[in-house]
């Protein structure tokens, strides 16, 4: 079945490093969507993908899908202490049920 | 506009015992999700429904699970009976369109099985 992995698992940086995490498909993708939860809260929504190569930026946040639809990247820039949570992408293969797999999620530590 | 809504927030019960947990969706969502996330991994699908329809409820354990969302509103998860590794967050959310759009999630029910 769809499968979506995520890395690194955990990442450590200092306030003001950039961050990326990276996600991989087992299929092509229709769609990926990228949550954010903090520490104790639930995931909250941050963008979502469609087209093949798409490139879309929130703010400090660049978001990249794949020209084959099998992989997604999220980029932080100049991170700081409020990026700190587990980022979590998900993605649809658009079949017949089409769920949503997340990933196990990448957990970002910032050090001020 | 009010989010997700799910109570208990927390249960602490001993294995063998039910527990229900409760889902309210934002008004005017059709599609209604229930997941399940361990520590340190990512929410996994239990189930889906559209409006009163269960559409997909391939993950649920049917031994011991069991959903219900009567009027496609509001919905209900059991367990019965619990075991240990039922340990978890359930967490509920709902979404516009189905499959497609953004998932607003619940701030979740942390079960804890003694």
């Known amino acids: 079945g769809q499968q979506v992995m995520q890395i690194p698992q955990y990442q450590h940086v200092q306030e003001g490093e950039d961050f990326t995490t990276y996600c991989n498909s087992s299929t092509t993708l229709s769609n990926i969507q990228w949550y954010k939860q903090r520490p104790g809260g639930h995931p909250v929504f941050l963008i979502q993908?469609?087209?093949?190569?798409e490139v879309k930026k929130q703010k400090r946040l660049t978001f990249q899908f794949g020209e084959a639809k099998k992989n997604s990247s999220l980029h932080i820039t100049a991170t700081q202490t409020t990026d700190v949570g587990t980022y979590f992408c998900a993605g649809s293969d658009g079949g017949s049920q089409g769920n949503l797999i997340f990933g196990k999620g990448t957990k970002l530590s910032v050090k001020p | 506009e009010a989010g997700v809504v799910q109570s208990p927030r927390y249960k602490i019960i001993e294995k063998k015992q039910p527990v229900a947990f409760w889902c309210n969706p934002i008004?005017?969502?059709?599609?209604l999700y229930w997941y399940l996330q361990n520590l340190g991994q990512g929410p996994e699908l239990l189930i889906r429904?559209?409006?009163?329809?269960?559409?997909?409820d391939s993950q649920l354990p049917k031994d011991r699970f069991s959903a219900e969302r009567l009027k496609g509103v509001d919905s209900t998860l059991k367990i019965q009976p619990a075991e240990l590794g039922d340990s978890a967050v359930y967490l509920c959310?709902?979404?516009?369109?189905?499959?497609?759009?953004?998932?607003?999630f619940g701030e979740g029910s942390r079960l804890t099985v003694l």
């Open positions: 008004s005017g969502h059709n599609t």
């Open positions: 993908l469609v087209k093949s190569g």
């Open positions: 429904y559209e409006n009163e329809e269960a559409v997909d």
């Open positions: 959310a709902s979404s516009f369109l189905s499959n497609t759009g953004e998932l607003f």
